[in-house]
């Protein structure tokens, strides 16, 4: 499975962006895709993530604040992120897991200055 992650970029606090990753290869019909995240100095963690039945899950740190949704006929997640600030500043890393797999994409820089 190959992840290709886009949307990242700079944003002034207050602002939003629009993370989008395609998963492609051998795609199980079960499965969640989801984003982490890891800023500088720290560890890397969960942001939100769906499974394909659309269940969704969010670190407390970002609710109601990001959305994430899915396209399961493209194969493709997206992670909505408004009211953004300083402390959301990270590379974000999409995700796919399934039958005991998980793959990661290439991570994509979000930075968030004014």
């Known amino acids: 499975v190959q992840l290709q992650a886009s949307g990242g970029g700079l944003v002034q606090p207050g602002g939003s962006l629009r993370l989008s990753c395609a998963a492609s290869g051998s795609i199980y019909r079960i499965n969640v895709m989801g984003w982490y995240r890891q800023a500088p100095g720290k560890q890397r963690e969960l942001v939100a993530d769906?499974?394909?039945?659309?269940?969704?899950s969010y670190a407390n740190s970002v609710l109601g604040r990001f959305t994430i949704s899915r396209d399961n006929g493209k194969n493709t997640v997206y992670l909505q992120m408004n009211s953004l600030n300083a402390e959301d500043t990270a590379v974000y890393y999409c995700t796919y897991a399934s039958r005991g797999s998980k793959y990661w994409g290439q991570g994509t820089q979000v930075t968030v200055s004014s």
């Open positions: 769906i499974s394909s039945g659309g269940s969704t």
